[in-house]
């Protein structure tokens, strides 16, 4: 047996064999048949000992099929795992990404405290202070008219070129944002390497009065070089001088000699650092696209919600944790209930990339299968994240929700305020409807019940419920509250990631994907003969050559 499949084969002694877990598996018998609606029925105070409330942000996790003793035996497994240890490692700069030898500090780019954060004895604020400050010059000059493209005009549209965790997070803030957004600048976002993407973007743009945001941590991924590539050209196509491209080109990124070598002067690079991981880099200058869109000051509201949960992380009791109690709970649904999937349903037409850019956030950081130290894992970790917005789902696949045959934890984030004043009634349906979702889901509706409604199909018309929600309600969706919305769920990875034993801060998958593309592109290009792959992927490979071939009469 080789080294590596000792290790992949040695996990016996991982987190879920803790003797909590055989209690909490003990536990779960017990619950399994009990009905949440009986718990509430039992409990008139159950809201108010398992609600959470922090400033504008009020997190209702009654809803769950858990009592007081299910609760403390997750807190327990949560101290089992040291999660407040891990915590200080995480927040101290200690290089909890042990498989990329990084620190893991977007906590410091949102140090609104400016407490010293040191990385190899170095403190990382005064460069992050410098930074920001940067981009709020910049965008000031943006927004302000005082940047002008190559003929002098202001600058009309901003467009972002980035993937991953290069586009989702800005994409999603600007889009969330949208009623703090300057009135004269458009963002837009070219992610995808299908042509009809960026074609689609630059064919309503003038060359003229466009800015383009190159978004790449390593400046090497192959989709953003080849969109940057494109709208290079068209720029250039236009402006018909390479000196031009320094007003309409920046970049964000930590690889300086690929930002120049592209052709963007190193004075329009804004600069972040190898502790910030892309999923979790909004906060830092792969935020340019936000600040130009918002301006810096809501920017920087975006980042003290963000450090404001950071501070309640850190400093409130696990029991009264908000990331910490979401995370146990879907530990208590992926690992004791079986269940593979987990919700995430905003009510906000304002957050409807949340569920795209939190399945990154997710997916990303806990889909691993090995442990920290290289072990195969015999149990669940990263659920499969999904969702949409409220409403919608409703009509579509909520019905699986209701009465399909698996269980389906799942979050509604809902804002009490209406983001457009004037339209409050439709605002007061939302929330009616949000707030009868989560209920019939706990409730669900019983034979007797359903009988003294219909007579006819009636089993068709039941409705077992015991479906657990957690319900976030925000006050009103400013940068702010968003921020702290969204450090909330990165925490909650972070602490799932602790219990399951996993380096959440690497992301091997996608690097795999990046080599393998990079080796079929010439092939597929080329007339050499195809060889050492599978028989499928070669017959592809043949296929997709024939074709284009022909097409081309070639
Ligand atoms: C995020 C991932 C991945 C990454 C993109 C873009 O955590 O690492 O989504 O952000 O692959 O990478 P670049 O910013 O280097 O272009």
């Not at 146990?328 to 990339?353: E, K, M, T």
């Not at 009103?476 to 990165?490: D, F, K, M, V, W």
């Amino acid at each position: 047996m080789s080294a590596v499949q000792a290790l992949r084969e040695a996990a016996a002694d991982g987190p879920l064999h803790r003797p909590v877990c055989r209690l909490l598996q003990a536990h779960q018998a017990e619950l399994a048949d009990v009905a949440m609606r009986d718990l509430f029925e039992r409990d008139p105070q159950r809201f108010e000992r398992f609600s959470l409330k922090l400033d504008g942000l009020l997190l209702d996790y009654s809803k769950n099929r858990m009592t007081d003793d299910t609760l403390a035996l997750l807190l327990r497994l949560a101290d089992e795992a040291d999660v407040a240890g891990w915590r200080a490692r995480m927040f101290a700069g200690d290089k909890i990404n042990h498989t990329e030898n990084r620190a893991v500090l977007h906590t410091a780019l949102r140090n609104r405290s400016n407490t010293p954060v040191r990385v190899d004895g170095e403190d990382v604020m005064p460069g992050v202070n410098a930074v920001l400050a940067k981009m709020g010059a910049f965008a000031e000059q943006v927004r302000s008219g005082a940047w002008c493209g190559y003929t002098g005009a202001r600058i009309t549209d901003v467009v972002n070129i980035g993937i991953g965790g290069s586009d989702l997070g800005p994409q999603m803030v600007v889009q969330a944002l949208k009623p703090y957004r300057h009135p004269q600048l458009k963002v837009h976002f070219i992610s995808n390497v299908d042509g009809a993407h960026v074609r689609e973007t630059l064919e309503t743009l003038n060359p003229a009065t466009t800015l383009f945001v190159v978004a790449s941590k390593t400046f090497t991924t192959q989709e953003t070089m080849t969109n940057a590539h494109t709208a290079r050209a068209w720029l250039l196509a236009a402006a018909q001088d390479e000196t031009h491209i320094a007003k309409h080109f920046v970049a964000v990124s930590t690889n300086r000699d690929a930002v120049t070598a592209f052709g963007i002067d190193a004075a329009n690079m804004f600069e972040f650092w190898d502790w910030v991981g892309g999923r979790y880099s909004l906060w830092s200058a792969i935020g340019l696209s936000i600040v130009l869109a918002v301006g810096i000051e809501r920017f920087i509201e975006l980042l003290d919600g963000a450090h404001a949960m950071d501070t309640h992380f850190q400093t409130a009791p696990l029991a009264a944790n908000m990331p910490v109690i979401l995370a146990l709970l879907g530990v208590w649904y992926n690992n004791f209930f079986g269940c593979a999937s987990h919700a995430i349903l905003p009510y906000d037409h304002y957050l409807r990339s949340l569920p795209a850019y939190l399945q990154q956030a997710d997916m990303e950081s806990n889909g691993k299968s090995v442990d920290r130290e290289g072990r195969s894992v015999d149990y669940a970790t990263g659920p499969i994240l999904w969702g949409a917005t409220g409403i919608n789902g409703q009509h579509a696949f909520y019905q699986l929700l209701h009465q399909g045959t698996r269980m389906v934890p799942a979050d509604f984030i809902v804002s009490v305020r209406a983001p457009i004043p004037e339209m409050q009634a439709h605002h007061d349906i939302l929330i009616a409807n949000c707030l009868a979702q989560t209920e019939a889901l706990m409730r669900g509706r019983t034979p007797d019940e359903t009988a003294a409604q219909t007579t006819q199909f009636v089993s068709h018309k039941v409705f077992d419920g015991n479906h657990p929600s957690n319900t976030l309600m925000i006050d009103q969706l400013t940068p702010y509250a968003l921020g702290r919305l969204i450090a909330l769920y990165e925490h909650k990875i972070f602490v799932q990631a602790v219990i399951w034993n996993l380096n959440a801060y690497d992301q091997w998958g996608v690097e795999l994907g990046k080599q393998l593309a990079s080796r079929i592109l010439p092939e597929l290009q080329g007339d050499a003969p195809v060889s050492g792959h599978d028989a499928s992927t070669e017959a592809l490979i043949q296929h997709y050559r024939h074709m284009t071939q022909a097409r081309a009469g070639l």
